[in-house]
């Protein structure tokens, strides 16, 4: 029994999954497929853990991004899953295998609140 599961990029995510891309911009990654055989050469990837979500948006924390640990907001397709982009090529998701815990701190986070235009402190007291 696994803690992850791979999972297509197709998959829709949640939290607690994990968000995988490959780091070789010269030989970007696909798939998880893709990614089996290039961690045979040792290709570089890195994994963000998925922390929120939107309907527009998955926010995912990772370490060792640009030397720090780092938010990332990441858009989502029409249908929800993740959508890679040029900074962050997205290969798949491994899936978390545990139930939520509607009680986590993360699941109450809101997330909405971040990247907006406005103030977050003005955002925050509309609650």
Known sequence: ASAFTPQPLTTLPHIGDLACAGRNKERPLHSIEEARS????????????????????????GGNVNNAVM??????????????????????????????????????????????PSRISACLAEQ
């Open 71 to 116: 938010l990332t907001v990441a858009p989502r397709n029409r249908n929800g899953t993740l959508k890679p982009t040029p900074q962050r090529p997205w290969f798949g998701l491994m899936q978390l295998n545990a139930p939520p815990d509607p009680k986590a701190g993360l699941a109450r986070t809101l997330w909405r609140c971040l990247g907006q």
């Open 38 to 61: 290039a961690a045979l050469d040792d290709a570089p990837m890195h994994c963000d853990v998925i922390v929120g979500l939107t309907a527009d948006r998955v926010f995912l924390i």
